[in-house]
Structure formats: structure tokens, C-alpha cells
């Protein structure tokens, strides 16, 4: 009888323990947890230390500038750094889209559609719209645009795209079709992106409009001619 109840009771733990391995709690429910959350989480965590570990590198990295900067200064010698600064401002230039770049990618044309319209369709369904050029950069930027022009004008964080009449305004510029999109990055990829199946280039050849994608070695993009002051933002003070 002792052995009978030794074994009930090492059973009734074997089965308890499989039952927490089964069963998160949260706020006193019992919630399933899968294998696929789980492993989302997993995934999700090894995420946030990847990231972590990219920004101890920054931090460590900056370090190592401002110990530069103070030998420098001990030194009274700053034509190195001079050299690094003007670098810098180029590359943040080159980001913000002050500045011309080159490099290979895509050309895109869009032009509004030629063929007959269908009894009762309507003609706005062959003409190109400024959400047509908003979502074809879209698509440029998920596949790791690193420029955008349209007919000239530097895509950049102020850019507006807006329809007026039959002309497109960007950059506070009347632009009349055909639209060409310039991007730079890897060409393949952007062009895959937008003539697949789900791409937006595809849809627009479904209904007609014109559009054509052409891989180039060497585009330029000319950097933005606007103007770049900032009247209301201030940088964020330390909480």
C-alpha cells in the first residue's frame, strides 16, 4: 500500500510538471502556449539582443571619437579631425538627400494608359495618380531604396506628392507625365519587387497604365534644392 501511494504520488508530479511546461499564467488564467510562440519569442528576444549588442558597438565606437578628439585638443592638432568632420557632414548630406549621388539601380517610367476603355469604364482608371507614385517609392523604399527622384526631384523627408490636375506637385514642383523614378541599390531586387505578382508595377500593367522598369549600372540623383530650416524642432533634452 505505501509503494502504491509513493507511485500515485511521483505520477501525480510527472503529469504536474507537464502541465506547467503546457500552460503560461497571466492574471490568474491558464494560457496555452504553443511551440510557434514560443519560438516567436525566442526569435524575438535573440532580436533584442542582436540589437543591444549593436548599440554597446556604437557606444563604444563613440567612445573611441571623443578620446580621439580630446588628444586632439590636448595636442592643439585638428587637421585630422577636420578631415573626419567634413566626411561626416558629407555622409549625412548623402542620407538626408542634400547631397548628389550615384550608384547602380532602376529607372521606373510611368504614363497614363493608351488602350480603349471598356463600356462604362472609367477614364481615371488608365491615368496616373500621385498615390500610384507614393506607393511605387513604397514599394523602391521596402527593397532597400537608398535614393529616390522623381522627373529630378529628391525624395526626401519633406516631400510632398500631391495630384494637381492632370500634373503631379513634388517638392512644391508642377511635374507633368511621363513620371521617372530613379532609385538607387540593388536593382534586382527592386524590380523583382515591383513587377511580382504582388507588386504595385504589376498592378498598374493589369489596368493598363504604362509602366516600364529598367535595370541601370550607374544612375545620378541630384540631392534636394528646397530649403532645409527647421523652425520648430529643438533637440530632445535627456529625461
Known amino acids: 500500500m505505501k509503494y502504491r ?6 505520477f501525480c508530479f510527472i503529469i504536474g510538471l507537464l502541465l506547467i511546461s503546457q500552460f503560461g499564467v497571466t492574471e490568474g488564467q ?4 504553443s511551440p510557434k510562440i514560443a519560438g516567436e519569442y525566442s526569435t524575438s528576444i535573440d532580436s533584442e539582443k542582436s540589437e543591444i549588442e549593436n548599440i554597446m558597438g556604437m557606444i563604444k565606437e563613440a567612445e573611441e571619437q571623443l578620446a580621439k578628439y580630446e588628444i586632439a585638443l590636448d595636442e592643439n592638432d ?3 579631425i577636420t578631415e573626419e568632420l567634413i566626411d561626416e557632414v558629407i555622409k549625412y548630406k548623402m542620407f538626408s538627400g542634400y ?13 497614363d494608359g493608351t488602350r480603349q476603355l471598356y463600356d462604362g ?3 481615371n482608371v488608365l491615368l496616373v495618380h500621385d498615390v500610384d507614385i507614393i506607393l511605387v517609392i513604397n514599394d523602391l523604399k521596402r527593397s532597400g531604396a537608398e535614393a529616390v527622384s522623381v522627373n529630378g526631384q529628391r525624395i526626401v523627408d519633406r516631400t510632398e506628392i500631391a495630384c494637381s490636375g492632370y500634373t503631379v506637385r513634388i517638392n512644391n514642383q508642377i511635374l507633368a507625365r511621363p ?3 530613379k532609385a538607387i541599390g540593388d536593382g534586382k531586387r527592386m524590380s523583382s519587387s515591383l513587377i511580382s505578382p504582388e507588386g504595385y508595377g504589376a498592378l498598374l ?6 509602366f516600364d522598369v529598367e535595370l541601370e549600372d550607374d544612375i545620378i540623383i541630384w540631392g534636394y534644392s528646397g530649403s532645409g ?7 530632445a533634452k535627456e529625461v
Open 78 to 80: 585638428f587637421s585630422e
Open 179 to 181: 513620371f521617372v523614378i
Open 205 to 210: 500593367k493589369n489596368y493598363g497604365v504604362h
Open 229 to 235: 530650416n527647421y523652425n520648430y524642432m529643438i533637440n
Open 121 to 123: 469604364e472609367d477614364i
Open 30 to 33: 491558464s494560457v496555452y502556449v
Open 99 to 111: 547631397e548628389t549621388v550615384q550608384g547602380p539601380g532602376v529607372r521606373v517610367t510611368i504614363d
Open 5 to 10: 501511494s509513493l507511485f500515485t504520488g511521483l
